[in-house]
């Protein structure tokens, strides 16, 4: 028998053009899924900025706005206190959010702005040559670090969910892997929670997507989640770092 996946709603009839083995497309169809659950579609719009995220547009079937490098959060605090009718999303990378984003991401949340941010750690920069990035491991090698992310000159990874549950103000952050079908199924979960709070207009949410980059890493894709769960799952525990309706703080 013959099974035949359609797409949802929020998602084009456009064939996703990410590299083979990458997990873009899996966040991409977890979002969508949540936004047609929740009947959405004709009241959100997602910013994207620099990155592969930047492709989001083709992608997601509602209005999308493009922000500069690491600016989609302030994008979408213009779009959102314009249109607070509208529900609105960023879908961002770790060299964008975590790097040059820094301020945006971390501002925002500290004033719990009414948006939800999906942010895909793959540890690298994937668009623009495998650099290393914020989020890169130690010792791990990229373009700009060929013997490896040296901590004592460079500094450590940023955990970003661990850094935002510092602050007093967002609503909801949690982190997902994509890395095997139990983790998406999890992380499916987590995805639409964020989508409900946004819909109910109860403030900031965050879901961060533990991802791969096989090109980059020079991995096959199935080598690159091995690789990724026995390094990036150690270092970036996945669970929920702030639920404020279930009375976690």
Known sequence: MEIIATRP?????????????????????????????????????????????????????????????????????GIK??????????????????????????????????ISVFFVNNAIYGMTGGQMAPTTLPDMKTTTSPYGRNTDDIGFPIRVCELLATLIAPYYIERVSLLSPADILKAKKAVNKAIQYNKEGRGFTFVEFISTCPTNWGMDPIKSRDWAKENMLPFFKTGCYRDKGKGVE
């Open 9 to 77: 709603e929020s998602l084009t009839q456009t064939p996703f053009t990410y590299c083979p083995g990458c997990l873009h497309g899996v966040a991409h169809r977890l979002i969508a899924e949540a936004i047609d659950e929740h009947g959405l579609i004709n009241k959100m719009a997602g910013v994207a900025p620099v990155g592969c995220s930047v492709f989001a547009y083709k992608f997601f079937n509602m209005d999308m706005a493009e922000a500069a490098h690491g600016r989609a959060p302030a994008v979408a605090t």
């Open 81 to 114: 206190r314009a249109r607070p009718d509208m529900h609105v999303f960023t879908y961002q990378g770790d060299g964008d959010l975590a790097a040059i984003g820094t301020a945006e991401i971390v501002h925002a949340a500290n004033r719990g702005e009414h």
